[in-house]
């Protein structure tokens, strides 16, 4: 094998260890914004674990968190939860930093 070809494997097999922790982290970030979601709703045990399911669910609508955002925004307005967009948002980004830490600590067991 030469030095190229090696170099070329090298940059796919991060590649697909940067896509594999996007994707989980992704997951568990949206799993943690949906329990922090449904204790703001009031939600509780096996209902906030359902929520969080949701909110899961509903980033599979289209690329990117808008859809994840929309969920919450939505949930909020109907529930009258206090929560600016810019809150929501920072959580999120907070959470994304959190599951990526979490993600990346399992992947190194």
Known sequence: MSTFDKREKAYESKFVHDEELKFKSTARRNKLIGRWAAEKLGLSGSEAEHY?????LADLEEPGEEDVFRKIR????????????HQIR???AELMAEA?????AEMKE
């Open 100 to 104: 990526i830490g979490q993600v990346e």
């Open 52 to 56: 969080a399911k949701g909110v899961v």
């Open 74 to 85: 939505g949930d909020f307005d109907d529930k009258g939860v206090d929560q600016s967009d």
């Open 90 to 92: 920072r959580t999120m």
